[in-house]
């Protein structure tokens, strides 16, 4: 699959998904990870993480139940894809589509802004 396949067809995907709020940009974008932990895995991502027990060892603990929806929800919504890298027991290792790999400056945003307007935070560590 060439690149501009790959890309029409996330859009694709994500245009098929029902966003029930609104047509409105900002509803629909947090639809899609506008909730505790998704920007969390996302930036996770950025730093090199791509197997599951890597998200776990993060800071934030995130519980393993959600961990797996939000990674499920992730590749459902074509910003993730997953590759199996064992076969007993079956594991997954996870990768940034070039659409997630689109959300770098959003995510930079965050950090300057939040470096800039709320005491005591600074930018993440690479892990």
Known sequence: MNRKTGKREQRKRLKSMSFKRSGCPVACTLDVIGDKWTLLIIRDLFFGKTRY???????????????????????????????????????????????????????????????????????????
Request: no cysteine; aromatic share 6%; glycine share 4%.
């Open 53 to 127: 027990k890597e998200f776990q060892e993060s800071a934030e603990k995130i519980p393993t139940n959600i961990l797996a929806d939000r990674l499920q929800h992730l590749e459902k919504t074509g910003l993730v894809t997953r590759t199996p890298y064992q076969e007993r027991p079956l594991r997954y290792e996870y990768h940034l589509t070039e659409t997630g790999r689109s959300l770098r400056p959003v995510l930079k945003a965050i950090v300057s802004w939040a470096e800039r307007e709320l005491p005591g935070t600074s930018k993440p560590a690479s892990e």
